[in-house]
């Protein structure tokens, strides 16, 4: 029981940081400069094209 309830709790912190990375992400992204936000949107394609090339 107490294994199961370390991995529960585990799992818990580990949302509760992606929830938190999120806030932080967007509250970066909000004070962004549009060239910034340009540059972000034209890499993230371009690292999952990469990712899907190298897989194959």
Same mark, same amino acid.
């Given at each position: 029981?107490?294994?199961?309830?370390?991995?529960?709790?585990? *799992? *818990?912190?580990?949302?509760?940081?992606?929830i938190?990375?999120?806030?932080?992400?967007?509250?970066?992204?909000?004070h962004?400069?549009?060239w910034?936000?340009?540059?972000?949107?034209?890499?993230?394609?371009? *690292?999952?094209?990469?990712?899907?090339?190298?897989?194959?």
């Amino acid at each position: 029981m107490f294994e199961i309830w370390m991995e529960m709790t585990t *799992i *818990i912190a580990a949302f509760q940081t992606l929830i938190l990375a999120r806030f932080e992400i967007a509250n970066a992204f909000l004070h962004m400069e549009a060239w910034d936000k340009f540059f972000l949107f034209s890499l993230v394609p371009a *690292i999952v094209w990469l990712r899907n090339d190298t897989s194959q």
